[in-house]
């Protein structure tokens, strides 16, 4: 594997809680990402799962550069996201774009699609000059399977596939290098993100897109991903190619989502052991010492209390945060 074209290394976000007249004390800190490293390759998709509250839209917003880290690094060829400034950061922003993840609201009611698609290119004016935007637009329409003969209409007159094919034209419109999906497909319909899936499948191979895919649906992830990094209360538990992660599961928390997915053959299901979590998540602004997962895990033992595991090869050598990390296939 050559040099990664996207190098995340401890990457910290804590969102501060205030209190008082103004709110201007500060009584504690929300954790929503608290060290995580990844490496994204050029073509690869990195699938990144989860429960909710995790830290999952919080990383992606921190490699936007929508919010900015507490602390960390994230190299994008060579370059230090977090250090550009000025026309060095809109030069970026042009190389790493987002699709978000509830369709109807990232899109403005009040303008038509054509201008939705094109306003990138009003922002980014040296990517396309004004006489050709109107090609170009049409173009991306039918890219992503829509009829460039509608390019006059508004949001509200396409279903919620359509819509969320609006907005991959809008990412792909200045050809990045990388796009972050944040839970692109779970608001819609299982047929509708089957084709969604497919899209996003054909314009990497198209493109040669990188992708950083973020989801909680894992059978959702499995389609599209090379690897897959699972997240727990802001950190990464484990990651792994697709087969490691779904077929040799080694950290107690990957295998209790996988014993979770739904099974459509009713005799592959009574097989199957489901591995039940007891508890709530705990809070990221107060979360447990040493492992985080430990207030919910069967293997938990006094060192997971005290000692943090680190993110290492264990047991078949792919990375693992859990002292106790054992291979066990879930999945009949």
Request: aromatic share 6%; glycine share 8%.
């Amino acid at each position: 594997m050559g040099e990664p074209i996207l190098s995340v290394r401890e990457l910290v976000k804590h969102f501060p809680v205030r209190t008082g007249v103004l709110f201007k004390r500060t009584i504690g800190q929300v954790k929503a990402v608290d060290g995580v490293s990844f490496d994204l390759q050029q073509g690869e998709t990195l699938g990144v799962v989860g429960e909710s509250g995790c830290g999952k839209s919080t990383l992606a917003q921190v490699l936007m550069r929508l919010e900015e880290p507490t602390s960390g690094s994230a190299t994008f060829q060579g370059r230090d996201l977090f250090q550009l400034r000025g026309a060095e950061l809109r030069r970026m922003r042009r190389e790493i774009q987002i699709v978000l993840q509830d369709p109807y609201t990232s899109l403005n009611p009040r303008m038509t699609v054509g201008d939705i698609v094109g306003e990138p290119f009003e922002i980014h004016t040296e990517v396309a000059p004004k006489g050709s935007r109107a090609k170009k637009v049409r173009e991306l329409l039918e890219v992503v399977g829509l009829n460039p003969e509608h390019v006059n209409r508004y949001p509200h007159q396409f279903s919620g596939g359509q819509r969320q094919r609006i907005g991959i034209a809008r990412a792909l419109a200045l050809r990045p290098k990388v796009i972050i999906c944040d839970e692109p497909v779970s608001a819609l319909d299982v047929s509708i993100q089957a084709q969604v899936m497919n899209l996003l499948g054909e314009l990497q191979g198209e493109f040669g897109l990188s992708y950083v895919f973020i989801a909680h649906d894992l059978s959702v992830v499995r389609h599209l991903s090379t690897r897959v990094a699972v997240m727990y209360l802001g950190k990464i538990v484990e990651i792994g190619t697709e087969d490691e992660i779904y077929e040799r599961p080694s950290h107690p928390y990957t295998q209790a989502l996988l014993s979770a997915v739904p099974v459509a053959d009713p005799a592959v299901r009574g097989q199957r052991q489901v591995i039940r979590l007891e508890g709530d998540v705990p809070s990221p602004i107060d979360p447990p010492s040493g492992c985080r997962f430990r207030t919910r895990c069967w293997k938990a033992a006094d060192i997971c209390a005290t000692e943090v595991p680190k993110l290492e090869p264990r047991t078949d050598g792919h990375l693992s945060a859990c002292h106790f990390a054992e291979v066990k296939s879930v999945v009949p």
